[in-house]
């Protein structure tokens, strides 16, 4: 499921910036990333199951790996997880309201943050 209108998408930001605020609220990139994408992660192991929200971007400008990209912001999305398949984001899923409001409070935080910091083209 898409979280609509956090006002994160499309943001254009440096991505070691990208990274220490995501870093602050549990997002962490792990492996999920190559020269032009990142994935943030934060799971959530709840009463109903294993939950991930997930920040996308891609770098419209240098390389994630050198450390010297610009990146893009996209829409974030909460995704439920199930052993062995993986993480499934139709919207048949449920997601609990607690979740939902823990995880939009979260990407509110993050975007005001990331708002001082966002690039103008």
């Known amino acids: 499921m898409y979280f609509e209108n956090t006002g994160l998408e499309d943001i254009l930001v440096d991505f070691n ?5 995501m870093g602050k609220h549990g997002m962490t990139k792990e492996g999920q990333w190559d020269y032009e994408r990142v ?18 971007a891609y770098a ?11 990146v893009k912001v996209m ?3 909460i995704g439920k997880y199930y052993y062995p398949f ?3 984001y ?3 899923e449920h997601f609990p309201e607690h979740l939902l ?4 409070d979260i990407l509110a935080t993050i975007k005001s943050e990331l708002k001082a910091f ?3 083209v």
Request: charged content about 35%.
């Open 17 to 21: 910036l990208l990274q220490h605020i």
């Open 39 to 56: 994935t943030f992660d934060r799971k959530f192991d709840v009463r109903e199951g294993r939950y991930y929200l997930r920040v996308f």
């Open 60 to 70: 419209v400008d240098g390389d994630i790996d050198a450390g010297d990209a610009t």
């Open 75 to 77: 829409k974030p999305v």
């Open 86 to 88: 993986g993480v499934e």
């Open 90 to 92: 139709g919207e048949d």
């Open 101 to 104: 409001k823990t995880c939009a």
């Open 118 to 120: 966002e690039i103008q």
